[in-house]
């Protein structure tokens, strides 16, 4: 049943009616070839029918009139320009803005369709938004004309496919440049006591969101369990997400790890201030990944001293100048990066800075970076300063947390955006 006004949509599309199928806004370089898809029913004329665009606070800057019929296919593709080879209406204003908004399907004044993508401030799309592409790929509904009421669940990012099918994907590795994500592993670690103390950073528990996000955007998401992480544990996976880890890794862990990024894979590091060792063993998580400050515990074996050393392997490194006292803090985009599409700020909720000895600082505030990345032979790695920013507040023993960081700013857009860009999605 059609919805009027400005109310999120709550309903699925009325039987008969079509829905945008894919959309396809930002081309490499400047935009050219960009399109939106309907899928309807063959032989439904779109006399009547036309397509709002909304910025991100909600404003709609741009109305497309739609005429002709939808051909034996199914699809109805209306093009920017005349690049696109399965047009069938083509119109300058399918060239949406890029990074995050929304587009609705009308019938007059009714409200047949609508997909939010990014993290628009004003959603007028079906339920929770869905990713934001990067240049080169586009938005799809998998498998075609899926329609759960969520565009976060409906849509993938994957290769654009006018006029066709969707559901593919490029495939790719760590320096893949964009497309789907179907099938491509992500793993959190769970080796290195990270739900340790007032800790829960599982896929289970206080990342519980973060991993449906992710599973959203088309991956396979689990845990490694266990003590250690191998080469054997890390086989088939695209990424590795290390959520402030508790206890250090081995010679061998290091060399498992540092092996997958040079071979492709991307390593998400995810730290926390000083004195934040959860689990009363002497280590808290900046000397995890960058390895023993030579205090605490007194004696610490050459085989876990190093730890990590992601400054001395990925150049990245967890600032020792933190501590608990550390204000909560805002961070903002330093530079442009396709990780930073649709993300305006994130919060640092008591984190440390990362030092960038190599690669690239995106976001930071009051001079010091909080979110880095590097790559590292064919592989990505990234690091961010606070483990509270992708936390729910949903425990893996059931009890409900007092902070729901997860929604808020563009936290979850840029925890989903740091991973696609670590498996080449981005």
Do not use: C
């Not at 204000?327 to 440390?352: D, E, F, K, Q, W």
């Amino acid at each position: 049943m059609p919805l009027t006004g400005d109310a999120r949509l709550s309903t699925l599309a009325a039987a008969g009616e079509p829905v945008i199928n894919e959309l396809f806004y930002d081309s490499a370089g400047t935009d050219v070839g960009t399109f939106i898809e309907l899928r309807g029913p063959a032989g439904l004329s779109l006399s009547g029918y036309t397509l709002a665009a909304f910025d991100t606070a909600g404003t709609q800057y741009r109305t497309i009139t739609l005429s002709g019929t939808i051909p034996a296919s199914g699809y109805f593709v209306v093009a920017q320009d005349t690049t696109v080879a399965s047009r069938n209406l083509v119109n300058a204003g399918a060239d949406l803005n890029n990074g995050a908004g929304s587009v609705r399907l009308l019938k007059g004044t009714g409200i047949v369709d609508g997909v939010a993508y990014g993290s628009p401030t004003s959603n007028k799309g079906e339920g929770t938004s869905a990713a934001t592409t990067g240049a080169g790929s586009a938005l799809a509904r998998v498998p075609d004309g899926s329609d759960t009421n969520a565009n976060s669940v409906d849509f993938k990012v994957q290769l654009s496919t006018p006029g066709a099918a969707n559901g593919g994907g490029t495939g790719g590795g760590g320096t893949g440049g964009g497309g789907g994500a179907t099938g491509k592993k992500v793993l959190f670690d769970l080796t290195k006591a990270e739900d340790a103390g007032n800790a829960d950073w599982r896929i289970d528990g206080a990342y519980s969101d973060y991993a449906s996000a992710l599973r959203g955007l088309g991956y396979t998401v689990s845990s490694v369990t266990g003590t250690s992480i191998t080469s054997t544990s890390l086989s088939g996976a695209s990424v590795l997400v290390i959520p402030e880890p508790q206890n250090p890794f081995s010679d061998a862990e290091r060399a498992a790890i540092q092996s997958f990024v040079q071979n492709g894979g991307g390593v998400f590091m995810i730290t926390d201030h000083r004195a934040s060792d959860r689990n009363n063993n002497g280590w808290d998580s900046p000397e995890v990944f960058g390895g023993w400050d030579g205090s605490t515990p007194a004696s610490v074996s050459s085989a876990l001293q190093a730890s990590l050393n992601s400054d001395a392997i990925f150049g990245l490194n967890a600032s020792f100048n933190s501590s608990f006292s550390d204000p909560v803090l805002t961070a903002t985009p330093v530079t442009t990066h396709p990780i930073l599409n649709g993300v305006s700020s994130a919060g640092v909720y008591v984190g440390t800075s990362v030092d960038v000895l190599a690669g690239t600082a995106l976001m930071g505030t009051g001079g010091k970076t909080y979110l880095a990345v590097n790559s590292v032979g064919s592989g990505r790695v990234a690091m961010w300063g606070d483990s509270s920013t992708f936390g729910d507040n949903t425990y893996s023993d059931g009890s409900t947390g007092t902070y729901n960081n997860w929604p808020n700013l563009s936290n979850a857009a840029m925890g989903k955006n740091v991973v696609r860009w670590l498996a080449g999605d981005l």
